[in-house]
């Protein structure tokens, strides 16, 4: 969050698992207040899942070059 800049950002992944067994990808992302945009993908296990997962905070990691403001990183259970 840049508030002089007027940068209000938030990026949310969750993983679950549907009752088929697949493995439920949601990515939510947008200003900070805001309904913003999302994106829901399937894998069939788990190993795909944490592997796009894992290229997306990548992607995010480098968010302050990009954008000049870091995202925190908060993990909940």
Do not use: C
């Not at 949310?12 to 994106?39: C, E, N, P, S, Y």
């Not at 993908?41 to 990548?58: G, K, N, V, Y």
């Amino acid at each position: 969050m840049d508030t002089a800049r007027n940068i209000r950002r938030r990026y949310r992944i969750d993983m679950t698992v549907d009752l088929f067994g697949m493995f439920i990808v949601d990515l939510r992302w947008g200003r900070i207040g805001a309904h913003g945009q999302g994106k829901r993908l399937s894998f069939p296990d788990r190993a795909a899942a944490e592997l796009h997962i894992a290229a997306t905070l990548r992607r995010r990691a480098n968010a302050e070059s990009r954008i000049g403001v870091p995202y925190r990183h908060q993990s909940h259970s």
